[in-house]
């Protein structure tokens, strides 16, 4: 389990890097087009589509790793006051209840869109446009890496409730 566990989080990490580098150049090809744009009047559809591939990827990409710094969405109004027991126990639950379980639909329902898009040389509708099964295909790769992190967190978890290892379950509530 520990290998497992390091090996994943050392994915996790990787890619949570790959997301912040395609944050920032999303944000500067958003502002080089708004600046051709707005002072020369060129515009291009394949930049803006590249535009949100990239956001697309940060977010498929970065979701394994919030779920590794326990920075994820979850809902907090009870969460927050409960014991680290019991928190372990909640995301343990969570974990195999919701999260691998969608995960795995979500990359069984998303792999034929793609091979589809593929085989088909789909290709946006725009003029100019991007061809699309490379987006299309973030979305199974993303949950599957999220689902094997989310493997990672709950053999943390199992390890936690045994006494065999210490985990950080402190969670601060983002500000509202």
């Not at 997301?19 to 515009?43: E, H, P, T, V």
Request: proline letters at 5%; charged letters at 15%; aromatic letters at 12%.
């Amino acid at each position: 389990m520990q290998s497992y566990i390091r090996l994943m989080d050392a994915v996790s990490r990787w890619c949570g890097v790959l997301a912040s580098w395609a944050l920032l150049a999303a944000c500067l090809i958003s502002a080089g087009n708004a600046s051709l744009r707005y002072a020369f009047s060129i515009g291009s559809n394949a930049w803006l589509e590249v535009q949100w591939y990239l956001f697309g990827m940060a977010v498929f990409a970065g979701a394994p790793m919030l779920l590794r710094l326990n920075e994820h969405v979850r809902v907090d109004v009870i969460y927050g006051g409960l014991k680290p027991r019991t928190k372990a126990w909640v995301d343990l639950l969570g974990i195999a209840l919701v999260l691998l379980p969608m995960s795995a639909i979500v990359v069984h329902l998303a792999w034929p869109f793609v091979v589809e898009a593929y085989a088909e040389h789909e290709t946006s509708p725009s003029a100019g446009g991007l061809i699309r099964w490379p987006i299309k295909l973030a979305i199974p790769l993303g949950f599957a890496l999220l689902g094997l992190q989310g493997l990672a967190e709950l053999f943390k978890r199992i390890g936690f409730l045994r006494g065999t290892s210490n985990l950080d379950l402190h969670y601060e509530r983002p500000l509202q």
